[in-house]
């Protein structure tokens, strides 16, 4: 059981509220009542996820995309997310987001996508904000591969179908830059390319962005939005079991097994 001060002092340790983008919303969006003793954490708090959280007893949900984004005008049934406020409210669990706070963190997204890809020799991307925080992460593999065999290793790395990219497959790639969400951008590619990058990992890539990127002569992997970022889930986990062994504060930390990528492919 944990008070659930010192669970937001945890999380906000780890992700500090306020280098969050001015646009988002995160933090404690929804409290309910009493001491924090089953915590489930993660991407989407999604209608299964609710359901999820309520079936297995859970007194807090820990998301990275805020449940709540925009001004809310009426709480009803008629909506998703006035059905799953109400379920939320009723079951007395509350709502913690994780966002672009999560994103630029030291040891945050960014840094659990690179380990997860092998890199080494981090540098950021971005520059730098006056509290030291950047956004994307840039490194380089052991050994230099192809853009095909690197597209097959993310997808076995982050365990996705298909991965969407452009170049040439036979384009040998030492550096690469990465950006976790949808970072995909004219001034992200000229980043990449001022840092001699051979490709730039990030997701929802559109049509007119891809073609400035290749008139740029940069390579781009669209690891999806889901791919890029759903690996909060289990690193978060493993920080907050850890936490609660060493303090000895006996919270049972729980994995989504609700969410799922949105899109399916043929």
């Known amino acids: 059981m944990m008070e659930i001060k010192i669970l937001e002092g945890f999380l906000e340790k780890t992700a500090p509220k306020n280098i969050a983008e001015e646009w988002d ?9 009493g001491d924090i003793q089953k915590v489930l954490i993660c991407l989407d708090i999604s209608v ?18 805020p449940l709540i984004f925009k001004g809310i005008k009426r709480v009803t049934n008629e909506n998703p997310l006035g059905s799953k406020l109400i379920s939320l409210i009723k079951n007395n669990i509350s709502v913690y987001a994780m966002h672009t706070n999560f994103d630029l963190a030291f040891g945050g997204l960014n840094d659990i996508l690179f380990d997860k890809l092998l890199l080494s020799k981090k540098e ?27 597209v097959q290793f993310i997808k076995g790395q982050i365990n996705l179908k298909a991965v969407k990219f452009t170049g040439d497959r036979n384009k040998k790639i030492n550096k690469a830059a990465i950006a976790t969400g949808s970072c995909s951008n004219y001034n992200m590619f000229a980043e990449c390319l001022a840092k001699n990058c051979d490709v730039y990992i990030t997701s929802d890539i559109k049509h ?16 999806t939005h889901y791919g890029t970022e759903f ?19 006996g919270l049972v930390v729980m994995e989504s097994e609700k969410n799922q990528p949105i899109f399916d492919y043929i």
Not at 25 to 33: A, E, F, K, Q, Y
Not at 127 to 138: F, H, I, M, P
Not at 231 to 236: C, H, K
């Open 25 to 33: 919303n995160v933090g404690l969006l929804l409290s309910g009542s």
């Open 48 to 65: 299964a996820v609710v359901e999820e959280a309520i079936e297995k007893g859970a007194d807090m949900i820990i998301s990275h995309h």
């Open 124 to 150: 950021n991307l971005m520059k730098e904000n006056e509290s030291g925080y950047a956004l994307g992460r840039v490194g380089v593999f052991s050994e230099s591969v192809t853009l095909g065999e690197l």
């Open 208 to 223: 007119h962005e891809a073609l400035d990127a290749l008139e740029m002569g940069l390579c781009l992997i669209d690891a």
């Open 231 to 249: 690996i909060m889930v289990a690193e978060l986990a493993k920080r907050l079991k850890n936490f609660s062994n060493d303090n000895d504060l």
